[in-house]
């Protein structure tokens, strides 16, 4: 290993290191805020450890890892919604549970599996990154041991990933034992050189489209979602949503792209397939939902689908649209995750929709903050949701795929419908119910945060250039 | 520059009006109030002096905005835009005069809307790029959703949503014929722009030249509203507040007929001339079915928003009938209807605040309590039915000279509409002011607020019935350049008519 291989590895190997000092730190004196302040410090120099990898790009160490202009906006994607997410864990736990410390242990790792996703090339990479991801996630999942859904969530993804992961694996192999490669341009190689795919190979991407499937939580394989969000601690909601589906979508676009995916119909087919019915499904079950979390599993499924739409567009400028999109998306996300956790009191979550009855007029500014997470997801103007939406469209358009277009159009539609239901809901008068609303703790931290993700999120959508320029010079591929 | 200042005072407007509402009710009024009027003043001051500038454009700002993608800050101002934006700061600064006692709660926040859809009306005759203008079109929406679902009547969520969703799913389809106009011209030309005068004579096939005007029409026939797509308008104009029902009824839906003005047929001129039967179609079965149900309502102001439907219907059918008199009278329609409807729904709303009802069945015999009312009334009563002398008589007369041109059976019975009109009106006047007084009502006349907001309103649509000829010649300009038809002025409108009617 040089040492220009362990710079360009520097995010990856901040969070991992961090990691470890975490563990002996709780070892040593438990004591959640300097856990706390020591993992905001570590994202924090991981984020600045991206700045001068950029240098070394493209940077191949073979035969696992590649480190390219798209892996690296990923990471620091990755890397920045840890760090909010982080800022919104703290009274979270504080209120919560009695050892948090291990928290951001199980958090770091878990962005480590991230990142490794993100870079990796191999297979052996590929499933040690999620694996790592996926290890952390039970824990995290199930972190709040006290609530009866936090176990059943934690089970249930166990179960289901567990399972995921062997199809994974058999897919895998299956490659493997016909192209006797585990390396994505290996396989692309052998591909382009038979000409043909043999019928195993056939089979083993189907396999592995299932694992990948169920990580991204797109339809059929999307059962899981809205009972894990519902169990999870919020904090780890947010992850589930953004920073794991993200890395899972980094590398399948990586993989699509090194075995020359497009050539390929039948995969195309597959994808649009799924695509199509993620938006349908995941909207159409979110329509109904009263529990905020649920509604935000379904729309995170329909998310999915509006990315693989561009996607599918098989165009730069779709490369292009994915990163704008996660970038809108994943503080979007967080952020609506966020204003749930500043809504939360100590013994109850604010979960459902009537908790945020005539939340205007009580609490003013949070409103205003989750109206702005809500019109961006929906894709309204003045939101950077409204610029991905907008930028996805446009890369569909590019590649001429006017009936995916045409499908995320009606859905956005329907999904304006429960978006804006939310919205109506907080500025409802509230005149003759007398219910007791949940005391929200506020905490400074959480509003801050807030604040700042609201900025984000107005200002892409005011003023995209800057963050278009950046991703436009970013988005390459190397094979 | 002056076209960004006109369009940034109305959100200075709303920014201050939300914060000082804390304080005081009432600076926040005047705040709205002096910002609409003070754009108000800036346009006409543009008018009086237009009249020595010549034709074409009269002013044009460019700023880049999103170079990536092509897109720029363009704001441009013809003849056209500077009459609607007339309009839209006259009934802007008349809306938030008529929801000075009405609105009591959060008025902060209800002004803040206020302006801030204006400003989106503002932006959308203003902008000349393809993509600022879906923008606009878009931040019209959200406000307007919280003035109807916030301070409206009994089934405003219902409504609010409605409109949202209907005019949202317009909005979307538009954006798809946008970007497929905009890559069409890129593929053609190699230029990524969305810059409305650049993609004005992009050249295509002609069955992709039809969806893509699909696209743009879908968006503004649901916004107009033509006849399949008009069932969210009732809904949306009878629970909105009344300053949320003069705003829909006078702007929003004339951003319908403008688009279809400035971009459908400009745009894709030859598309637009192969679908005009069925465009005309679609408008007078607005024309008949929306006044026959108009003419059924129980409540005073569906009648109104029923009446509505059908006013547009001449729109659509002015609109693509290609010649010259047809464009005026579609514009004439776009300014009388949104000042007459405008003003019926004040009325309601003034009738709201002392007897508390909409139902047309339990008003009755109130003339003699309220004649200054009901002399207002009656004055908007007959425009909308199309008394010569008043403005809606000169539009529609204008409109059906032109589509006789183009189509005379599809005239011929949007001329029928004209009877449907006078049934429609006038049981407005017998439900409400004549008639067998139920109760015995001991109620005030109009007050000096609303004689300040009525009167004018009377003064103009006098106006345009006697003198329109300045807002004729303003126009003309436009369209000019927008048909290439010869130059005509009023007079050749008369004379065309004298032609056509022995």
Known sequence: MTFDDLLSLGPLLNICGAAVIAMLLVAIWRNHRLVYYFTLLAYALALASVVPVAKLLPHIIAPLVVIDMFALFNSGAIV??????????????????????????????????????????????????????????YGLIAYLRARQRSDEAGIKYLILAAISSAFLLFGMALVY????????PGIGAYLQRTGTVPLPVVAGFGLMLIGIGFKLGIVPFHM????????????????????????????????????????YTMLWWILAITAVASMFVGNWLALTQQNIKRMLAYSSIAHLGYLLVAFLAGKQSGLEAIAFYLVAYFPTSIGAFGVLIVMSSSVQDAETAEDYRGLFWRYPWVALAFTVMLLSLAGIPLTAGFIGKFYIVMAGADGNRWFLLLMLAINSVIGLYYYIRIVAMMFRTTEAPQRTFIKPSLPLAGNITLGLVVLLLVGLGVYPTAMMQLIQQMMTLIK | MILLYIILIPVIGALLSWLVSARSAALCRWIALGSLLLDFAIVTGIWINQGTAGSGWLYNWQAPWIPQFGITLHLAMDG?????????????????????????????????????????????????DLFLFYFFWEVMLIPMYFLIGIWGHERREYAAYKFFIFTQAGGLLMLLAILGLYFVHAANTGVYTFNYFDLLHTPMARSL???????????????????????????????????????????LLKTGAYGILRFVLPLFPAAAQEFAPWAMLLGVAGILYGGQLAFAQPDFKRLVAY??????????????????????????????????????????????????????????????????????????????????????????????????????????????????????????????????????????????????????????????????????KTITNEQERVTNVERSDSSLVIRTAQNIIP
Not at chain 1, 232 to 254: D, N, Y
């Open chain 1, 80 to 137: 920045g919604s840890g760090l909010i997410i982080v800022l919104l864990s703290y009274n979270y736990f504080e209120e919560r549970e009695e050892r948090k410390e291990e928290y951001y242990l199980l958090l770091l790792l878990a962005t480590a599996g991230a990142l490794v996703l993100v870079i990796s090339r191999h297979f052996m990479s590929l499933f040690l990154g999620l694996e790592m991801l996926s290890i952390s996630l």
């Open chain 1, 177 to 184: 034992g016909f192209t006797g490669h585990m390396d994505f």
């Open chain 1, 224 to 263: 899981w979602a809205p009972d894990i969000y519902e169990g999870a601690p919020l904090p780890v909601a947010a992850f589930v949503a953004t920073i794991s589906k993200g890395g899972v979508l980094v590398v399948l676009i990586r993989f699509f792209q090194d075995v020359n995916g497009t050539q």
């Open chain 2, 80 to 128: 056209l835009s500077l009459v609607m934006l007339v309009l839209t700061f006259f009934l802007g600064a008349l809306s938030v005069l008529v929801s000075w006692n009405e609105i009591k709660s959060r008025t902060g926040f209800f002004h803040f809307n206020l302006l801030f859809v204006i400003t989106g009306i503002a932006g959308v005759f203003l902008t000349m």
């Open chain 2, 209 to 251: 030249a039809q969806w893509l005007m699909l696209g743009f029409l879908t968006a503004f026939v649901v916004k107009l509203p033509a006849v399949p797509f008009h069932t969210w308008l009732p809904d949306a104009h009878t629970e909105a507040p009344t300053a949320g029902s003069v705003i829909l009824a006078g702007l």
């Open chain 2, 307 to 472: 009446t509505s439907v059908s006013h547009m219907g001449f729109v659509l059918l002015g609109a693509f009938a290609f010649n010259e008199v047809a464009y005026q009278g579609v514009v004439m329609q776009m300014i009388t209807h949104g000042i007459s409807t405008g003003a019926l729904f004040m009325l309601a709303g003034v009738l709201y605040e002392r007897i508390h009802t909409r139902e047309l069945s339990r008003m009755g015999g109130l003339w003699p309590v309220l004649p200054a009312m009901g002399t207002v009334t009656m004055i908007f009563v007959m425009a909308s039915l199309g008394l010569p002398g008043l403005g809606n008589f000169i539009a529609e007369f204008l409109i059906l000279v032109g589509s006789w041109q183009a189509n005379k059976p599809m005239t011929v019975l949007a001329a029928v509409g004209l009877v449907v009109a006078t049934v429609y009106s006038l049981r407005i006047m017998q439900k409400v002011f004549f008639g067998q007084t139920e109760r015995q009502f001991g109620l005030p006349d109009l007050g000096f607020r609303e004689w300040v907001m009525l009167a004018p309103l009377v003064l103009v649509i006098i106006w345009l019935g006697v003198y329109p000829k300045p807002v004729l």
